[in-house]
């Protein structure tokens, strides 16, 4: 097991999200234990996290939740977990260009 961390600045928005968790590879198992989206700008902006399957289906962990000017949105934390398999993502974008910042926390298996 290994903990892992992976932080972007500037996510993407709806047409190019930013992946937050990288491709999980065949054999792994990957425990997301924290997602945060916090905004940078000075305006409210909506920040959206999916989990994309290798299947190809694909939920959202949240859509379009609102995050004031200098808040964070907490989409995986406390009690709540997410299990990715191989082939597995986790994207995010934001309403506006440079507006966002994300921090993704992640034990592999």
Do not use: H, R, W
């Amino acid at each position: 097991m290994a903990f892992k961390s992976k932080a972007l600045e500037n996510i993407g928005q709806v047409g190019s999200p930013s992946q937050a968790l990288p491709t999980i590879s065949n054999g792994t198992t990957a425990t997301v234990i924290g997602l945060s989206i916090a905004n940078t700008s000075a305006a409210p902006i909506y920040g959206t996290a999916k989990l994309n399957k290798a299947d190809g289906s694909k939920g959202s962990l949240i859509k379009d939740g609102v995050i004031v000017p200098g808040g964070t949105l907490i989409v995986v934390g406390g009690d709540q977990k997410v299990v990715a398999e191989a082939g597995d993502t986790i994207t995010c974008y934001s309403s506006a260009a440079n507006s966002a910042d994300i921090v993704c926390s992640y034990l592999l298996e």
